[in-house]
């Protein structure tokens, strides 16, 4: 468990919410940044990292990765702290300081909250399979983090999109064996990569289950001891697996933010346009979690809205000061 002081906490590292930090920190604000993904780049890397994007000003064109690349460089000299792989959680609020609870058991005590969460926090589609979450992190991930972890082993790796076929080619080079499971006989995946499955198949590398889908697990500490697969007949088929890998895609999900009780209009804050402030004091909501009237849900907008916010934080953290308004170009970066 970690505590953290900051000036401000921002829920949410997508494109917005980093740029938050590059503003607060030219006004000479800590901040600290939670995100429920494994990397930042919200939307931008977990959906279209190739996709070159054509309405970041000054950039005719570049790739969502390129764009959270560059905004990674520009917010390094602000060494946020960063809060990756879990959740806001509980929120409460003391005199001077809001006190936040994350997933993963940090607290974070921050003056003001800027909330950047998008469409909510990203998590895996899970298989509705009870107990599923016992197995969870031992023996069946919803990621690849360390590869060599499935080096010699025998591997299920569900899905029918990109991401379970890449995994399936990739880790073949070093598993044992795997199954991969679909329920229909159409892929979502590059064709390339469906050829190269298919060809991998042949050589006996990989055995289709298709189609198949997952009925439930048998085992038990964690440790898989039967997969049980079931096609549209209900017929069974067990399969011996070290590790189970389902890859159904990413949902959006606010969560515990819907309690903090804050005004919501189908899972979108409301705020004053002139400060992005929430009907809570100190909490502000930009980019594609707020809205007002005449909102754009662009990457350029959220971009003016975390400078908006962030003006507005100074004035809460700093009620005493007169903030004098500076361009970059006069007082170049501010390092903290
Ligand atoms: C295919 C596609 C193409 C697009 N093309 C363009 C384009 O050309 N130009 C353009 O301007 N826009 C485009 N967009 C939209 C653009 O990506 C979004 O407007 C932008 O990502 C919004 O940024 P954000 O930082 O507000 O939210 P997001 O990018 O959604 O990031 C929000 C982050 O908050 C995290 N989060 C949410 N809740 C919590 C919580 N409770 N705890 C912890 N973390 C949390 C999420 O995990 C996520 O990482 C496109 C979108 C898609 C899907």
């Given at each position: 468990m970690?505590?953290?002081?900051?000036?401000?906490?921002?829920?949410?590292?997508?494109?917005?919410?980093?740029f938050t930090v590059f503003e607060l920190g030219q006004l000479g604000m800590k901040s600290c940044i939670v995100d429920s993904l494994e990397d930042i780049g919200g939307q931008c890397t977990a959906l279209y990292p190739d996709k070159p994007i054509y309405d970041i000003p000054a950039y005719p064109s570049l790739t969502a990765g390129d764009l959270i690349v560059n905004l990674k460089k520009q917010i390094d000299p602000f060494k946020p702290t960063l809060l990756m792989n879990q959740k806001v959680v509980e929120l409460e609020k003391y005199d001077e300081f809001y006190n936040v609870k994350t997933s993963e058991n940090n607290i974070i005590l921050a003056k003001c909250i800027i909330i950047a969460a998008g469409n909510g926090a990203f998590g895996p589609n899970k298989p509705p399979i009870e107990n599923i979450d016992s197995y969870e992190n031992k023996t069946i991930f919803y990621h690849v983090k360390d590869k060599l972890r499935f080096k010699d082993k025998t591997l299920a790796i569900a899905g029918g999109g990109d991401s379970a076929v890449d995994w399936a080619i990739e880790l073949s080079k070093n598993a044992k064996k795997i199954f991969f499971i679909h329920?229909?006989?159409?892929?979502?995946?590059?064709?390339?990569n469906v050829e190269t499955l298919h060809k991998l198949e042949k050589e006996g590398r990989i055995e289709m289950m298709i189609p198949f889908q997952l009925d439930s697990i048998?085992?038990?500490?964690?440790?898989?001891?039967?997969?049980?697969?079931?096609?549209?007949?209900?017929e069974k088929k067990e399969l011996k697996v070290d590790y189970f890998l389902p890859f159904f895609g990413l949902s959006t999900n606010l969560g515990p933010i819907k309690n903090w009780e804050l005004e919501l209009e189908k899972n979108i804050l409301k705020v004053k346009q002139e400060?992005?402030?929430?009907?809570?004091?100190?909490i502000f909501a930009i980019g594609d979690v707020c809205s007002y009237p005449g909102k754009l849900k662009l990457i350029l907008t959220g971009f003016a809205e975390a400078a908006i916010a962030s003006h507005n934080c100074y004035n809460k953290i700093n009620p005493d000061k007169t903030l004098h308004f500076e361009y970059s170009t006069t007082k170049g970066i501010n390092k903290l």
């Amino acid at each position: 468990m970690k505590k953290i002081n900051t000036d401000v906490l921002i829920v949410g590292a997508g494109p917005v919410g980093l740029f938050t930090v590059f503003e607060l920190g030219q006004l000479g604000m800590k901040s600290c940044i939670v995100d429920s993904l494994e990397d930042i780049g919200g939307q931008c890397t977990a959906l279209y990292p190739d996709k070159p994007i054509y309405d970041i000003p000054a950039y005719p064109s570049l790739t969502a990765g390129d764009l959270i690349v560059n905004l990674k460089k520009q917010i390094d000299p602000f060494k946020p702290t960063l809060l990756m792989n879990q959740k806001v959680v509980e929120l409460e609020k003391y005199d001077e300081f809001y006190n936040v609870k994350t997933s993963e058991n940090n607290i974070i005590l921050a003056k003001c909250i800027i909330i950047a969460a998008g469409n909510g926090a990203f998590g895996p589609n899970k298989p509705p399979i009870e107990n599923i979450d016992s197995y969870e992190n031992k023996t069946i991930f919803y990621h690849v983090k360390d590869k060599l972890r499935f080096k010699d082993k025998t591997l299920a790796i569900a899905g029918g999109g990109d991401s379970a076929v890449d995994w399936a080619i990739e880790l073949s080079k070093n598993a044992k064996k795997i199954f991969f499971i679909h329920r229909r006989s159409k892929l979502r995946a590059v064709p390339q990569n469906v050829e190269t499955l298919h060809k991998l198949e042949k050589e006996g590398r990989i055995e289709m289950m298709i189609p198949f889908q997952l009925d439930s697990i048998r085992g038990k500490n964690g440790i898989i001891e039967k997969l049980v697969i079931k096609n549209m007949d209900e017929e069974k088929k067990e399969l011996k697996v070290d590790y189970f890998l389902p890859f159904f895609g990413l949902s959006t999900n606010l969560g515990p933010i819907k309690n903090w009780e804050l005004e919501l209009e189908k899972n979108i804050l409301k705020v004053k346009q002139e400060t992005c402030e929430t009907n809570l004091n100190g909490i502000f909501a930009i980019g594609d979690v707020c809205s007002y009237p005449g909102k754009l849900k662009l990457i350029l907008t959220g971009f003016a809205e975390a400078a908006i916010a962030s003006h507005n934080c100074y004035n809460k953290i700093n009620p005493d000061k007169t903030l004098h308004f500076e361009y970059s170009t006069t007082k170049g970066i501010n390092k903290l």
